[in-house]
């Protein structure tokens, strides 16, 4: 199991985050997704098959890009 904090400069409201987490939440091996709007950061947790890489292609994808 891996815990990541991700900054996401996209992130203005309650309501990006929980786009955010419903999305990552899809990815297998996703675990846990947490976010705070005030920060821009969601911490993930994840195990195989989902790597960090995915996790940044995914954040692309739905326009939410990591930093
Ligand atoms: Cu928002």
Do not use: W
């Amino acid at each position: 199991m891996e815990k990541t904090t991700l900054s996401i400069p996209g992130i203005t409201c309650d309501h990006c985050v929980r786009t955010i987490k419903n999305e990552l939440l899809e990815v297998e091996g996703v675990t846990a997704v947490d976010g705070d709007a005030q920060r821009k950061a969601v911490e993930v947790e994840f195990e195989t098959p989902a790597t960090l890489d995915r996790i940044r292609q995914v954040l692309k994808e739905i326009d939410y890009p990591a930093e």
